[in-house]
């Protein structure tokens, strides 16, 4: 399921680029050294990779308490029904649960500490303003969050979340160059064909939870039963 993760980060950037466009919209980049441009690129998506690493890694030791448990693929059912519910619930019903309300004083020491290192030219700015972006409250980011608790191990959590992140490099590295560079028209089609997306997403990850036998999608719960006892049989 980890190629989900690079479907829901290419997609989702326009998503982050309506959402964290402000933000990298104002990088205060080297306009005249290309060199030193790329590198504090490579430094701010770095910072935000990290960032959905990390959370990665937390929900994914979360995903092993499952696991352990052997509720896995209960959980991996679960999950894909919370991501079509999270699309197909009225926004006016979902605001009433907002899950930045409980954290509204960390977030905003995040934009205030954003508001500071974007006047800085310093040469871990731009490390510091990508991780602290990367904190940011984001739909799309709590759907990757699902992914990695669905992933059951924080190594396999992790990977999840940095692979999100890197699907959205290329959109996100666009439009710090160009700036608003899409129309408003390409910006609506696209936002609408996300919902979709995520819906799929779900139905997949209820489907690797029913272990229907369907290779690399449904794969059979009998057959990692028999690999973990040969496993043990080997030692």
Not at 170 to 175: E, H, I, S, V, Y
């Amino acid at each position: 399921m980890l190629y989900s993760a690079l479907i829901l980060g290419l997609l989702g950037s326009f998503h982050c680029v309506g959402m964290c466009g402000p933000i990298a919209f104002l990088l205060p980049l080297d306009r005249e050294n290309k060199m030193k441009r790329i590198w504090q690129l490579i430094s701010y998506h770095a910072g935000r990779i990290l960032t959905y690493s990390l959370l990665g890694l937390l929900f994914g030791i979360a995903g092993n308490t499952f696991h352990f448990f052997g509720i896995q693929q209960q959980l991996s059912i679960a999950i894909g029904i919370l991501m079509i519910l999270a699309i197909l619930t009225p926004a006016h019903f979902t605001n009433k649960f907002s899950l930045t309300k409980p954290i509204y004083k960390l977030v905003g020491k995040v934009k205030s500490a954003l508001g500071q290192e974007l006047k800085k030219r310093d040469p871990e700015t731009f490390f510091i303003i990508g991780f602290l972006n990367g904190l940011l409250p984001c739909g799309l980011v709590y759907m990757a969050v699902f992914g990695a608790i669905a992933a059951g191990e924080p190594l396999k959590g992790s990977l999840y979340m940095a692979l999100f992140g890197i699907g959205t490099i290329p959109l996100m590295t666009t439009a710090i160059y160009l700036g608003n560079f899409l129309t408003n028209t390409v910006k609506q089609r696209v936002l609408k064909a996300i919902p979709y997306v995520v819906v799929i997403m779900g139905m997949l990850f209820i489907l690797r939870g029913l272990g229907l036998g369907i290779p690399y999608i449904s794969p059979s719960q009998n057959v990692s039963v028999e690999l973990l006892s040969s496993q043990e049989e080997c030692h």
